[in-house]
Structures are given as structure tokens and as C-alpha cells.
């Protein structure tokens, strides 16, 4: 019992055990993973908040969406905003509202080896997928929604590539799992398309993918610049004719960071499956 608890109600004593062992299936890895998911947030939030002030916000999203039934983090947002001690924008409770629903969709109340053990090829794929939206914003910068979808499309393809060549006789089977979390991301994102326009556009973007990526590693097109892929992840995505940027210093940037991402998860590909 801590110094002032003494002074606690019964029933506030007994609340405050439920936070905290709600905190201990939330966090299993204790302050550590704690203080590192504070420091992600904020870096998310360009640290715009003291430290107290996001880690109440955040850990009051995760509890809040932890023993919630929501649906998706537009609830969320709006529980974070009604709460008088959250002192964060909209904005950034939307923020922090999508990396709570991401956080459960994962099931991070378990370790990340017991969470892997558990779930199908295609479950373990769609994660190492979406894992590399991490490592392009840490390398180069955050994305919108859209963009990270972009971004998901892009890595799905080098990830289900990969897999399709490593074991063949899986491929067909471990589908239906990694587009049904695809398809689950994408209404998370709020991708305002029907499931049949989000196939075709699926389809189409894989199509788009492929042909920059042959284009380049092709020695015969030597010098061809990823443009393409730097408008529709950061400028204009979701677009279907996007007008292509040619900002070569951000390109000069974004290039770097992609190659990154890319190698991130072809090596997770082989390590996680």
C-alpha cells in the first residue's frame, strides 16, 4: 500500500487495484514498454505536449479502448475529448485514438512472441506489412491515413512477392487471411470505398507497384526515379491518376527511407514466418 492510500476509500483503493492490473495486461513488458509507447506518441504528436500530458491521454485511450466495445477510433476520439484532463487537440486525439485501435488489433496484451505463435501465415504477413509504415516514418515522416494505406499496399506487395516465392504450395491458403486484415485496415483508415471498388483499387495499385519497382531495378532504365510512389504515398494518395511531383530534394529523402522500409520487410518476411 503506498503512503497516501491509507486516506482512499475502500472503493477508490479497490478501483485503483483494477487500474492496475488492467495496466499489467496492457503493458505485460511493465513502465519500460510503457515509457517507450509514451515516447512513440510523442514523437507522433512532434512533441507538442508535455510528457505528463501524453502519457494521461494515451494510457486513458488504451484503458478506455481496452474495455470498450468500439468499432473504430472515431469513437475513441470523441471519449478522449470529453475528458476535461486530456488537453490535447482533436487532431492529436485522433492520433493518438488510431495508435490505441492499432495496439488492440494486435493484441498487445500478450508478448509479441505469444501474439505471433498464435496467429495464421497470413495474419503474421499482414503484420510485417503494416510493421514497415513504422520504419518509413521514423526514417523520413509521417503520413496521413491515406498515404499509410499507400504505404500498406506497397509492402503488402514486396511482402506477399516474397512469400509467393518462398513457399509456393502455402500461397493460395494463407491469402484469405492477409486480405481479410488488408480490407480491416483499410475501413480503420476510413477508405471511403465499397469492398468491390477497394478490390479493384487493390488490384490496380499492386499493378502500379510492380511496374515502378521492375522499372527501378531495370539496368536499361538506369535513373529511373521513384516519383510515382513519393506522390501517391505522400502528395496524393488514394488518387488514381495522380500528377506526378518532382521535388527532387524531398525525393532525395523519401528514397533512402523507402529502400529501408523495403529491405525491413523482405528480411521480417523470411524471420517472422
Do not use: W
Not at 165 to 193: G, H, T, W
Amino acid at each position: 500500500m503506498g503512503l497516501f492510500d491509507f486516506f482512499k476509500s475502500p472503493e477508490q483503493r479497490k478501483q485503483q487495484e483494477q487500474i492496475n492490473q488492467l495496466r499489467k495486461q496492457i503493458f505485460p513488458g511493465g513502465r519500460q514498454q510503457q515509457e517507450q509507447e509514451i515516447q512513440e506518441v510523442r514523437q507522433l504528436l512532434n512533441f507538442k505536449y508535455s510528457k505528463e500530458a501524453t502519457e494521461y491521454a494515451y494510457c486513458y485511450a488504451v484503458i478506455s479502448y481496452f474495455t470498450s466495445n468500439f468499432t473504430n477510433g472515431n469513437e475513441l476520439t470523441d471519449i478522449i475529448l470529453r475528458n476535461s484532463e486530456c488537453t490535447v487537440s482533436r487532431e492529436d486525439a485522433t492520433k493518438i485514438a488510431q495508435f490505441a485501435v492499432l495496439k488492440r488489433h494486435y493484441n498487445s496484451t500478450t508478448s509479441l512472441g505469444q501474439t505471433l505463435h498464435q496467429k495464421s501465415d497470413g495474419e503474421k504477413l499482414f503484420m510485417v506489412a503494416f510493421g514497415g509504415i513504422v520504419e518509413i516514418k521514423r526514417a523520413y515522416k509521417d503520413l496521413t491515413n491515406f498515404g499509410k494505406f499507400e504505404v500498406l499496399l506497397f509492402n503488402s506487395l514486396i511482402a506477399l512477392q516474397e512469400y509467393q516465392s518462398n513457399y509456393p504450395e502455402k500461397y493460395e491458403a494463407m491469402q484469405e487471411d492477409f486480405f481479410r486484415n488488408l480490407f480491416k485496415q483499410a475501413r480503420v483508415y476510413n477508405i471511403p470505398m465499397t469492398n468491390e471498388a477497394l478490390a479493384n483499387f487493390v488490384n490496380s495499385r499492386f499493378e502500379t507497384y510492380i511496374e515502378e519497382i521492375i522499372r527501378f531495378f531495370d539496368p536499361e532504365e538506369e535513373g529511373y526515379m521513384l516519383l510515382k510512389t513519393y506522390t501517391l504515398f505522400y502528395e496524393q494518395p488514394l488518387e488514381p491518376n495522380p500528377e506526378i511531383s518532382f521535388d527532387l530534394f524531398e525525393y532525395a529523402a523519401f528514397l533512402p527511407a523507402l529502400m529501408q522500409m523495403r529491405t525491413y520487410v523482405i528480411e521480417k518476411t523470411f524471420t517472422t514466418i
